[in-house]
């Protein structure tokens, strides 16, 4: 069975621009303190790639549970949940129970077992389970949820118990108190929220840049796959970037932190016909394009397949 980062067959390289439409929040402080976070010795505010990949999550979750799957992937995205405890695929308990059951019955066969075998699991587990054994009805549980998990598209982009991301995002540095990006400190007031009014003696200030200045975001993105589920919904992600923005940053309830696409290139390496050796050089030697070329070319509609 070929998993879904092995053989790796395309690499993209994804730069994405963003203006800063709104102050960001770049740390929080109690009274008569400031606490700055995200900030290295030299002045820099970095912003890691943990920010990106939890907003760029959070938007394709939003996505994924508006949009339309088949078999697995549609399962796989209503049993889907993100909790403390990371991400779970049993949202739907009766669901579940009921794909339990089923999946069972399903064990003895070769793409089922192959999958299983591929992602940890040993003959002798996957038999006690076909059987029902003791040890197999504990098992089982667990085995179904994984298995869900290897066919959902959200997991297959950032990641699950199972898989790896497929995207990778790169952290930013961005230079502050020059003439371009200004720090302000903001006083703010806690508020009751049963009451609507300021509670008393809680004093905070926070620490922002000021709107206006490029951020430039770079992501790397392994086997995305043209006309594929995730690819779909990837594509899907990046349409709603252009239209809508996106947040980053404490306080986005408030309004902080927005960024509007300002623009996006993306270079695609085919490492199984990269006899120029584009991966050393992708910027000059590999496929270049833009947003709407690249949001075509993953939904599977401009006749390049796999």
């Not at 053989?7 to 929040?25: A, E, M, V």
């Not at 066969?109 to 940890?120: H, P, Q, R, S, T």
């Not at 006899?275 to 833009?290: Q, V």
């Amino acid at each position: 069975m070929e998993l879904h980062l092995n053989p790796l067959i395309y690499k993209t390289i994804g730069i994405i621009s963003f203006k800063l439409s709104s102050p960001l929040n770049i740390g929080t402080g109690g009274r008569d303190t400031r606490r700055d976070f995200l900030r290295i010795p030299d002045g820099r505010l970095l912003i890691p790639a943990s920010t990106w990949k939890g907003s760029f999550r959070h938007l394709t979750e939003l996505i994924a549970k508006n949009t339309e799957f088949e078999g697995m992937s549609k399962l796989a995205v209503k049993l889907y949940k993100e909790n403390k405890s990371g991400i779970t695929y049993t949202a739907d308990k009766e669901k579940f129970e009921e794909f339990v059951n089923d999946f069972q019955e399903k064990l003895g066969e070769d793409n089922v077992k192959e999958i299983l075998l591929d992602i940890g699991y040993s003959t002798d587990e996957i038999v006690e389970a076909q059987k029902g054994s003791q040890i197999g009805r504990l098992i089982l549980p667990k085995m179904a949820e994984d298995f869900i998990a290897i066919h959902c598209p959200i997991g297959k982009l950032y990641g699950n118990k199972v898989l790896a991301g497929k995207i990778r995002f790169l952290n930013n540095l961005i230079k502050l108190d020059n003439d371009k990006v200004k720090m302000h400190i903001r006083p703010g007031t806690g508020i009751d929220r049963q009451s609507g009014k300021v509670k008393e003696g809680v004093l905070y200030f926070i620490n922002t840049i000021s709107p206006g200045p490029e951020i430039k975001l770079t992501l790397i993105a392994d086997n995305l796959m043209s006309g594929e589920d995730d690819s779909k919904l990837f594509a899907n992600t990046l349409e709603a970037l252009r239209f809508k923005g996106l947040s980053i940053g404490a306080r986005k309830s408030v309004g902080l932190g927005c960024l509007n696409l300002d623009n996006a290139e993306f270079y695609l390496i085919d490492l199984k016909h990269d006899e120029n050796f584009a991966i050393g050089n992708p910027f000059k030697k590999c496929r270049k394009m833009d947003l709407e070329e690249f949001i075509e070319w993953l939904r599977g509609r401009n006749g390049v397949k796999n």
